[in-house]
Each structure stands twice: as structure tokens, then as C-alpha cells.
């Protein structure tokens, strides 16, 4: 019971007095957040277009050329070649992208003052599909030789625990391309500085996808080297799978090609901005025994999952899995040839085209 009933207690005069009149102030990092969030709007310079194929330009796509790199944004994937042959192409120069890059780095990348090979095509630009541009494409060494650059400046600039072909073992907890990191842990045993951790930060120039952009990818076996970053810090180098094969999406689901026969089919479904979809196979089409099983498993599992799904012949394929010059007519309706595969997941098409 409390001993003074209903009577409202008074606090003391100058406790109450300060809480009055006692103005606000603040913490700075609160501060901060008012004024980025108050912080007056200001607009996005708008992208600017490229330089789109001039009237009546044309050029034999078949035909090898040859040219200096101008300079190459490595981090960003893309840069500049001056044409050796004037007169091929507007201000002779031609933009490039990683992607069109023939090379033996985990990382495929360019070099300023590079004397490379390609050949020249048009392309229809992401943001403007109405705009045709033209890039180089199948980029190599003069002779065409894949490019290969990363382990040579790697020996230059790196400061490898026990060299740099020196091989160690371990898992890999997770990569994630999102954020471009992961962790692996090293097994036990190996012969090492005490200093060097267990646990090893990989980032993406680091997983070695064969010149593909890396997936996620968590408590898998992996092999990999170790080197030191100019802040003292112990980082995974050129990570692989056990035999040194590259992290491939194939190579992690184990894709088996079920050979060079051609089939013929019509796009079901084709979600374009996560680069996936499904082929419906044609009704004369007749699957080997292999990829019909998987595909019994594969619709099994969707339906155990709580979806409702047919049992039609239909072949799952990525944006990977296409010919690039069938990337710009993909659509819902589209009839296409392609060949087929089986993995852990069921059964698919791959070299789409029309």
C-alpha cells in the first residue's frame, strides 16, 4: 500500500524547473541524420546516350581487326580501343566490355597500350533498344590467344604467404556477388605464420568463376592461395575448386551435356529482368531417356514445394544459355533451337537461338 494515498507528489522545484525550460540539443550524429534528411533534392545528370551507328555504316562482322587500348575501367568492366584501321569506325574508336574479353583471368580485364584483336559488331543499346551501336567483340591477344594479365601483375604487386602458386584448402562459409565478399576457413594442419587467421576474407576479383560473373555460393570445399593487402590484412588469392577447376555455375551444378544434337522449341515464359525462363519442346520432339527422368524429378519436386505445374516438356534456360545475338528478339511466343543438359537441379537448354 503506498503510505500517501491519492496525493500527487510534487517533484523537486529545480528538477521540474529544468526539465521545463531545458531546451533540446541534439547528439551530432542526429544532427547528421536531420540534415540528409531535409537536404534540398538535386537531380541526376541524365546519362549520356552513346554514340549510335551512322547511316548506311557497315562493316563486315566476320573480319578481324586490330587496335591499341585507349584506357579500361577495370572495376567497372568496360573502356576504349583505338581501331588500327582508319576510317572503320566513327572517331576510331570502339567501346569494349568485359564480357567481350577472350581471357585465362579470373578476372577478365584490359590494359592501357594493349595491342589486341577483335572483331566489330553492332548492338542494340540496354537503355534505348531502338539505338544500334557498335563494340568489339571476341577480344584477344594479336594471334588470338586469350588474354592473360592478372597472375603477371599479380606477381609484381602482391605479397604472397609462401608464394604464389602455393595452394591451400579449405571451405568457403559464403560468397555473396552482391555485396562482392565472402569467407573461407582454412583447414588445419598447414604449416603457416601464427599470424595468419583460420578465417580469410575472398572478394570478387578474387573467385576464379572462368571470366564469369561468380553466383552465391555457401559451405562448398574450395582451394585457394593467401596473400597480404598494404593494410596487413590476410586475404584469400585466386580461389577454385579442389584441382584448381573454376567456380562455373555449370561446375557447381554439375552439368552434363547431353550432346550436339539440335531440338526445336517455342519461349513459355521469359523473365526478363532476372534473365531466366522456359522453353516448351516441340510435340515431335523426342528427349533423351536421361533428360525426360530428370525432368519427371524436376516437376516432382516443384509440385512437393506446393506449385501447381504440368507435366509438358519444359526446359529451364538463362540469359547465360543464349547466343548474344538472340538476346535482343527474347520473348514470351519466340521460336528457338537450343540443345540440353542435366544437373542436380533437373534438366535444361543451353546455346538458345533462333
Avoid at 320 to 331: F, G, N
Amino acid at each position: 500500500m503506498v503510505p500517501w494515498g491519492g496525493v500527487q507528489v510534487q517533484k523537486p522545484w529545480l528538477k521540474q524547473n529544468q526539465m521545463q525550460h531545458k531546451q533540446f540539443s541534439p547528439l551530432p550524429w542526429m544532427q547528421m541524420q536531420v540534415q540528409q534528411q531535409y537536404r534540398p533534392w538535386r537531380p541526376q545528370q541524365p546519362r549520356r546516350p552513346p554514340q549510335g551507328v551512322p547511316p548506311g555504316w557497315q562493316v563486315d562482322q566476320t573480319a578481324r581487326y586490330t587496335g591499341t587500348v585507349a584506357h579500361y575501367q577495370k572495376w567497372k568492366g568496360f573502356g576504349f580501343i583505338d581501331v588500327g584501321q582508319r576510317g572503320i569506325v566513327p572517331n576510331d574508336q570502339l567501346f569494349v566490355h568485359w564480357k567481350q574479353i577472350n581471357s585465362d583471368d579470373r578476372f577478365p580485364f584490359l590494359a592501357k597500350g594493349l595491342d589486341v584483336e577483335f572483331n566489330i559488331v553492332t548492338w542494340k543499346d540496354f537503355h534505348n533498344r531502338s539505338l544500334l551501336t557498335i563494340r568489339a567483340k571476341n577480344v584477344t591477344m594479336l594471334g588470338g590467344m586469350n588474354i592473360a594479365l592478372q597472375d603477371d601483375l599479380d606477381s609484381q604487386h602482391k605479397n604472397f604467404v609462401g608464394g604464389q602458386h602455393l595452394r591451400y584448402t579449405g571451405t568457403l562459409k559464403f560468397f555473396t556477388p552482391k555485396h562482392g565478399f565472402g569467407y573461407v576457413v582454412m583447414d588445419q594442419g598447414y604449416d603457416v605464420d601464427p599470424s595468419v587467421p583460420l578465417e580469410l576474407r575472398v572478394e570478387t576479383e578474387e573467385v576464379n568463376a572462368g571470366g564469369q560473373h561468380p553466383c552465391f555460393m555457401e559451405n562448398l570445399a574450395v582451394e585457394f592461395g593467401v596473400w597480404r593487402n598494404k593494410k596487413a590484412e590476410y586475404m584469400v588469392y585466386n580461389m577454385t575448386l579442389p584441382g584448381g577447376h573454376p567456380l562455373t555455375q555449370d561446375a557447381l551444378e554439375n552439368r552434363i551435356s547431353m550432346g550436339l544434337q539440335t531440338y526445336t522449341g517455342r519461349i513459355s515464359i521469359w523473365n526478363w529482368r532476372n534473365g531466366w525462363g522456359f522453353i516448351k519442346c516441340a510435340d515431335h520432339v523426342t528427349l533423351p531417356p536421361r533428360v525426360l527422368a530428370k525432368l519427371a524429378m524436376q516437376v516432382q519436386a516443384a509440385r512437393q514445394r506446393g506449385r501447381n505445374v504440368s507435366e509438358e516438356k519444359m526446359l529451364y534456360f538463362r540469359r547465360a544459355d543464349c547466343a548474344i545475338s538472340t538476346l535482343s528478339v527474347l520473348r514470351q511466343g519466340v521460336d528457338v533451337h537450343f540443345q540440353v543438359y542435366i544437373d542436380d537441379k533437373g534438366a535444361g537448354a543451353c546455346d538458345v537461338h533462333c
